[in-house]
């Protein structure tokens, strides 16, 4: 597979900063009283990026690593700690928050310091695609009734003809074509590429200029995911919407992505360009992930691979000292006897994600320039344009 | 690999007809269609102060005998009525030939005339039983100057025979002599004409009195006394017959066996007035004119007189003590039951049921907060709290009322399963795309959690409707029902109050009582036929 | 063991609560129409005490009253004395100019005052003739000059009003000082606290109306005690029958869910459904009627005073029918609900490998049916023997004329007694919440999945 598209990327439009999504665990009673500490999920732990207008931006990594969290955290979905995102809506929006008095700086607008209600109108830029197409459609809705729900709560098309109208230009993009046909069906009438159609459907169809996807196709079958794929490469042009596309599978983000980050435990350890980090990965858990792609060819299935990890992914709740790779990290295993220092600097310090190349970013004491930053005792330098 | 077939739509279609494929759904669908049928036809009937009469009008005691047993459970004594207007009258025929000399001195030196006027009616009685009671009403119209003017005379003026002629001749008389001397305008020989107003309409009711126990001076008294006496004398118990009473012993004799038994045969009922009058105010070319007579106030009329065979039953369902039929008082009743069952489990359930998906919804501190508000609200003892807030309202306790007191103790009932279920829906990640999409806390509650939720809450409340026709029933059989509603409830309460149990009264509370079985039987049945239809499975 | 003190704390916070609720619920309502009775009897017992008394008498019982005292006596006097002027009935005022009449007043004022305090002054003539005199001195020392009988007979209706005015004044202390003595002037907020913190520390609380009839002593007046007194009784009927009911249902379940749709199961399910219907006291009656009106298999009918309540031999015999039908009734449902269970268990998969292991269908039972089943049926049990005995049985024990506590509910009622109704409710509270909250215990116990969670 090669890569799709190129299309000229615009502007910034979200910059986000030192992202933190920390769950509480629930402490009863008797916690509270015998003053033990608030423990913590670190499910996101501070992660920096940024993405441009018309930008695929992949976040990859197992399960669990904090990929999908960031994407809601986004969203507000989920209650941020910490952490500050800028995001650039439209100009009619921007006009509408700043009635609501909203600061805004540079036609930027910080998303985790905002009100409740006055949020909303930003939920209408910033939409969302579930993994499951099962699942996120509400099975009492007809199709209509799914992609009204977007317009009659932004308030958008004053007459229901209107808004019939609005609906039927939507479902063409995603091509679910005739409209008619689908219009009046409840989603268990419809197979799951074409409800992922309907999901899509309902994120374009309030013109967003940020589409967080997660997972998209990982739910559908081979055969179709290619199709779905294609309708959210045309839109990105289409409609000059970015995209933050989530997902564990290497192969689809090479075929889609602009730029990838790779997550580990709540951090990105490797970000940037889509192809590079693939075919070159600097940290050695991209290149862990990118071993366990299975190899198409028959020939080698019997073949033994090594694994370029150990153990398994620690607990969210305690975060390992210093890198938090370490515990699993070959390159540390085999190198600590030979590279003392090593060992004084990946269990204690955590990396910086600091630019090895040009537009490449990784956090790993491979890389003299890493150490260096951190032993002359800079402040850790979040990647940044 | 991901085939998860969810409900859907389409089941939610064939609904109706899953509820009938079992044998609970079928009874209780039938039973449900014929009572709200009956329901609908009672109010459409009779209106809603129609079925307030049952409990606020005393108009029953004029139509229906008291306390009658159902007449499927008692050898029935078949009722006859004879009145007036059914019977036959000869004359009023004026003649100058009497056979008293000292009367015909009137006509002949008194310019007089005597008119006499006969009616004369008949019923057949059959049957084994005696009648529980006989009763008659006679009142009799004399017009003003309905008699010669006399001074000096003392016989008689107007003479009044009433009696009832036995199958075997005997004749029992009510009264036979003359009427007080002086009397005119209505006389009230027995019985009475009560005027009812309803509704702004009034109702004359003929009311004829009980024969059995025939009041203390009764201007029939002394006739009617002494002719029983006598017949008693002839069937041989001159202290009376054991087992009867005055009224009964009119239609008694004593068979070959010596056992006394109701006389069968045709008996007729008789009255015969006659009275002298002045000539000039009464004929007319020497023939009675009765025009005249009417015009000139000289005439005697009797208005009333009902000879009533009580029964000893009444229809299939007998009547309370207060004469009403019960049959009616459990028609009257379900509309009731509806109304009340309906109102307080469908309000209160959807109250529980909102309640219980805003607090799955909520997972902070308000929706703990609001689940221990259901915990205390069902820690409640419920029938005490129930009465002590009905003994507070005792005096303006009103079926509105009384629906808003359970409504306060009920509505917590279904919160916690309602709430598992909204649990898990609020987890379901349709709701997280309504709330990414921007839609509002309120639209997330009312149009995608609360329309998965609400089939089975009516589920529940269809299974509630029962415990609160109980309930209502037991606060009305403790007093504190709404005294003008005609409820299930209030008809045992009536059957409590008299003691109907130790006085052998059964169909008092048996008929109410099953009524409300069968009512509450029918929801029971269509909850339990409706439950694993709309009960999606909880995760344990 | 920590969750073991969460349950016991979350408890004893949902305790207080119910008990302030139930005790707000009785005391405010409750306590207004204790108020409106004890205004009842008072107006009865004054009409009757004020009868034929003499007005004198009358204002020299207000007198002495702390709360009324001379003051309350003065006032009265002047209302009196103003809406006589007022009504004009009287000639004596019509001859006096304004400032005279304001002597009058003053004059009438100390003259009444003078001979209510004086207590050789019995009869209302008396006291006519004494205040005339007096008064008559007095105004004539003023230079007003009034005839004697004129002023006689104002004073007469003004003693007249007198009496009126102080009698009212009387019935509203007498009124207010009973309130004040049976606690009712707090606002029911204030009653309710005080009863809960009565209730919650277990201090005896004391009945304003009934009493005990046997135990430990007939007359006492502590509500527990009360309580407790009838409890053996409502043990006999209702746990004796909910141990019946047990003992039939169990087994009946067992072999109905084994049978399901077969003739037990739905004669079962039908029973259930009637069971649930009815009300348990319609049933009682008809009972009644047919087992001891109709045909007289049980002994005499169950009318007030038939039983001997000390007499065990008599309570037993007299058990027999109470027990029969709560039993009857209460079979249905309860042998419904454990089919279920036991149905849901017999469809596990669990079972059918059981089944498939070729192991006794007794083990199947014991083992695997059995043990899963067991913590719903815990509950089952547990409810139906423990609260059996406070269970809304009012209207049953009414029906029965029962000597237990759902009788002793409604007698309070009845007498307004809201000490014992309180305590009453409180504890079967407090009943139904401990037993849930060993329900929990016995569930951790019995259920592994939930010890782990």
Known sequence: MSHAYRVELGEEILRVQDLKVWFPIKRDISDILLRKPQLYVHAVDGVSFNIRKREIFCLVGESGCGKTTTGKALLRLVPVHSGKAFFKPRKETLEILDAMGVKSENGFVELFGLKDSQFRPLRREIQMIYQDPYGSLNPRFRIKDVLEEVLLVHKIGSTKEERLEIIAKALEMVKLTPVEEFIDRYPHQLSGGQRQRVAIARAIIGNPSLIIADEPVSMLDVSIRAEILEVLLNLRTLLDVSFIFITHDLAVARYICDRIAVMYLGKIVELGDAREVIADPLHPYTEALIAAIPDPDPANRLKFRDLKIKGEVPNAVFIPPGCRFHPRCIYYEQHKETDKELEQLCPVVEPPLSEVKPERYVSCYRYPSIREIVKSGLPTVNKKE | ???????????????????LRTWSGKIGMALLIIQLLLAIYVVAAYGETGLKEYTQSNKWSYLYPQSAPPCWATDKAPPAKVSLEDMQVTGPEASFQVADPKQQLLIDYFNAVYVETVYEGSFNYEAEEFPSDTALALIVE?????????QTTTTDIIILEAYVERPDGLKVYFYDGKLPVGESGTVFLYGQVANITEGGENITFIKPYSLNKIYQGALIEQYFTSSIKQLEEYLGYPEGIPGLQQGQIIMATVNEQGQVVPLNGEYKVVLKIGY??????????????????????????????????????YGFFGTDTKSRPIGLGLLFGLPYAFILGFSVTFISTFIGAFYGTAAGYWKDIKGEIMMRVVDIVNSLPFLPILIALSVAFRSAITLPVLAGLMIILFWAGPVIVVRSMALQISEQIYVEAARAVGASTRRILFKHMFPQIFPYTMAIAVLSIPGVIVAEASLSLLGFGDPAAPTWGKMLQLAYDVGAVNAGYWWLYLFPGLALVIFSATFLLLGRALEPIVAPKLVK | MKWVLIKILNLIIVLIIVTFIVAAIFTGPLAEREKQNIAQTVRQQARVLFQNQPPVAIARSCALRPNIGEQGLIDAINTSVQSVIESGNTTLPQQLSQDQIAVLEEV???????????????????????????????????GINVSQTELRTFIDDVSAKLSEECKKKIIQDEINLQIVRKGLDQPWYVLAVRYTKTLITFQPLYSTVLTTQYWPYQGDRNALHIIMERIPYSVLLF?????????????????????????????????????????????????????????????????????????????????????????????????????????????????????AKGLPESMVLRKHV????????????????????????????LIFNWFGLGRLYWDAIVANDIPVIV????ITTLLYLVIRFILDILYTVLDPRIRRA
């Open chain 2, 1 to 19: 690999m991901f085939k998860r077939k969810k409900k859907t739509g389409k089941k939610q279609l064939s609904n109706w007809s899953l509820l």
């Open chain 2, 142 to 150: 004399v017009g003003k100057n309905a008699t010669v003017n006399l």
């Open chain 2, 276 to 313: 002298f009058v002045d000539r000039d105010l009464v004929l007319n070319n020497g023939q009675f004119d009765p025009n005249l007579a009417k015009q000139n106030d000289a005439f005697v009329e009797p208005t009333v007189y009902v000879f009533e065979v009580k029964p000893n039953c």
């Open chain 3, 108 to 142: 009438l004022q100390t003259v009444i005052v003078d001979a209510v305090n004086n207590k050789t002054i019995v009869t209302h003539d008396e006291f006519l003739n004494y205040t005339t005199a007096k008064a008559y001195a007095a105004l004539q020392e003023q």
């Open chain 3, 239 to 355: 746990t004796t029958s909910s141990i019946l009911t047990l003992a039939f249902a169990l087994p009946l379940a067992l072999y109905a869910a084994r049978r399901p749709g077969k003739t037990v199961d739905s004669t079962i399910t039908a029973w259930s459904v009637f069971s649930v219907s009815m009300p348990w006291w319609w049933l009682a009656m008809v009972f009644i009627y047919l087992f001891t009106v109709k045909y007289e298999i049980f002994p005499s009918p169950y009318k007030p005073g038939g039983i001997d309540w000390t007499s065990i031999t008599s309570i037993l015999s007299m058990a027999a029918l109470p027990v029969f039908t709560v039993t009857i009734l209460s079979i249905g449902d309860t042998a419904y609900r454990i089919r279920n269970i036991l149905l849901d268990v017999f469809n596990e998969d669990f079972v059918t490998v059981a089944r």
């Open chain 3, 370 to 397: 059995i043990r899963a089943a067991a913590p719903p049926l815990v509950t089952i049990v547990l409810f139906s023997i423990v609260l059996s005995v406070f269970s809304g049985a009012i209207i049953t024990e």
């Open chain 3, 423 to 426: 305590e009453l409710t409180y």
